[in-house]
Nanobody, 126 residues
Framework: QVLLVESGGGLVSLGDSLRLSCAASGFTFSSRAMGWFRQAPGKEREFVAY????????GYAESVKDRFTIASDNVKNTLYLNMNSLKPEDTAVYYC???????????????????WGQGTQVTVSL
């Protein structure tokens, strides 16, 4: 059974940094493309970042490019999202997602991911 558990969210101030973690189990983590999505109140869930299974390919939403970095540790079976220069508009519930594929072409689409975590809240205040 695939299980994704996010952690690391919290309340931070404008310009602060935060690192989210996603502990994965129940599948071969090193062979799956992974992604981070987020959902703000009243909005659709949106793509944030993507990482192919071998780490050779990554992608970011324009709104987080140059501020966020996605990374993985295949020994710990953990996906990370390092977030710097946080802004109030980054406030959302952040979700980790796993794809059944090694890599994705349309990695920003939710349809490419079949397993989701329960989410972790990130709140950025002024």
């Amino acid at each position: 059974q695939v299980l994704l558990v996010e952690s690391g969210g919290g309340l931070v101030s404008l310009g602060d940094s935060l690192r989210l973690s996603c502990a994965a189990s129940g599948f071969t983590f090193s062979s799956r493309a992974m992604g981070w999505f987020r959902q703000a109140p009243g909005k659709e869930r949106e793509f944030v970042a993507y990482l192919s299974a071998n780490g050779g390919s990554s992608g970011y939403a324009e709104s987080v490019k140059d501020r966020f970095t996605i990374a993985s540790d295949n020994v710990k079976n953990t996906l990370y999202l390092n977030m710097n220069s946080l802004k109030p508009e980054d406030t959302a519930v952040y979700y980790c997602a796993a794809s059944p594929q090694f890599s994705l072409l349309r990695y920003s689409s939710r349809s490419g991911y079949t397993s989701w975590g329960q989410g972790t809240q990130v709140t950025v205040s002024l």
